[in-house]
Every structure is written in C-alpha cells, then in structure tokens.
C-alpha cells in the first residue's frame, strides 16, 4: 500500500470527498474561518464522516508546503487508477469510444501542468501524456491547481514519447501537433476522429523528435499583438474545439 499523501484546497479536497470519500483519512482546517465557504465545506465534509481537526494557518502551511491551501488540508490514500495507457485505450475501444488525449511535451511548471489537467478533465479528455524527462509530475501543487482533475484524470508519463505518438499511430489514433507555422488551423483540421492532441511549451514549442512524429500540424488562429497563448490556455482551445466538432 502506497503512504498517505496531502492534497489541498477547497476544490481539490471537494472533489475527493465527493468522488472517494473512504480514502480521505482526515480533513484539517483553519479554525478562524468562520466564512459562509468554509461552512458549507465542512457541512458536506461532515456528511461524508470524515474526521475533522482544528488547525492554524502555520500547521495547514506547514502540511500543505504552500500558503495557497485556503484553510483546508488532507491526508489522503491514493485512489486506484487505469495502471497504463495500453489498459486505457484497450477499455475505450472495448467501449466503442473515440480517444480524446492530451500529450505535453515539456511542460515543467506544475501551474500550467495543473491548469492543462483541469481543462483536460471539463473538455472529457481521456488522459493527459507527457514525457518522464521533460516534464512535471503530480505533486501538491499541481492537485490545488487541478481543482480536483489531478483524481480524476489520468496522467501517463512515459519514457519515450516519440515512441509513444508511434504506438498511438498503430492504433489508428492521429496525432495533431500544434505550431505557429502550420499552414493550417485547428479549424480546418477533423477532430472527430480517435485524436491525439500534441502541445509544448510556451516559447520553446515541441521538441523536434515530437514535431516529426505528428500525423498534422496545425495552428490556432492569433488575431492580437501576442505571438503565442499559455499551454494551459492553448490546450483549452484546442480540447474545446474537439468537443465542439464532436458534439455539433
């Protein structure tokens, strides 16, 4: 069994109470707020019958290794998730559903990392992909920014992901980078389809390797004086598209 690990934050806290209630083992929080959030949140956390403790701020900053825990701190057992991407795709196309995934190449800021799993999880992104040596991992920071997707997303990092578009290419699912210089739009091009959507970095773009092994690239249309929009924002654009196009 995998130690108990913490995650804060209303959001966060909120959606594991809600979605696995048995694996929080114990919710802090700061006794001063007395506010109409922190109310309801401990109304509904109580409704679960999870154990509550009374806490300062010094404890819940200490706990939380962040300032940015609202008041609201957990201890929490890690919840059982799809072991590997294989098993996924396996159990969607058992399903007869079409993929929808998210692959960031070299993604490190655990913020944006955070951002792109919350707007992965609203478009109904099926997993989010990254390399093991060129991005962020799932910590404590990326679960608050998260609000919650960090539990409910699946987050594959593999060891390489050129191989990795390759074996998704093998599945019949096309691979659709993203790049200033495509010669199309992100309007232009089929999302329908089993979809893998392949963003970099603000700035750096895509490695070189990841750019060669994309079925299409394609742009988002820039009406403005800025050049290029934060991942966590492109990846929204571009999952929001696919949702569009396959709900239309």
């Not at 309801?40 to 300062?56: K, N, P, S, Y």
């Not at 992901?161 to 010669?183: F, H, M, Q, Y």
């Amino acid at each position: 069994m995998s130690s108990p690990k913490v995650i804060f934050g209303f959001h966060a806290v909120g959606v594991r109470l809600k979605t696995a209630p048995k694996s929080v083992l114990e919710v802090l929080f700061d006794a001063s707020r007395r506010d109409a959030r922190m109310k309801q949140f401990l109304a509904r956390a109580q409704e679960t019958g999870v154990r509550l403790i009374e806490a300062d701020g010094a404890r819940l900053s200490k706990l939380s290794g962040s300032h940015g825990h609202q008041g609201v701190v957990a201890r929490v057992e890690p919840v059982a998730q799809v072991r590997s991407l294989d098993e996924l795709l396996e159990g969607l196309e058992e399903a007869g559903t079409v993929p929808l995934l998210l692959v960031l190449d070299g993604v490190t800021d655990p913020h944006n990392l955070g951002a792109c799993l919350r707007v992965a999880d609203g478009a109904g992104a099926h997993a989010v992909i990254a390399p093991k040596d060129h991005a962020a991992g799932i910590n404590a920071t990326v679960a608050k920014v998260a609000s919650g997707a960090a539990e409910t997303v699946p987050y594959f990092m593999v060891t390489n992901l050129a191989r990795t578009l390759n074996e998704l290419k093998e599945r019949s699912i096309w691979c659709v980078g993203t790049s200033d210089d495509a010669p199309g739009t992100i309007y232009q091009s089929d999302f329908k389809r089993p979809l893998a959507l392949v963003l970099g970095a603000e700035g750096e773009g895509m490695r070189q390797l990841t750019r060669k092994s994309c079925d299409e690239l394609v742009s988002i249309p820039m009406a403005g004086a800025v050049e290029s929009l934060n991942v966590s924002v492109a990846s929204g654009v571009c999952l929001y598209e696919a949702l569009r196009q396959r709900t239309a």
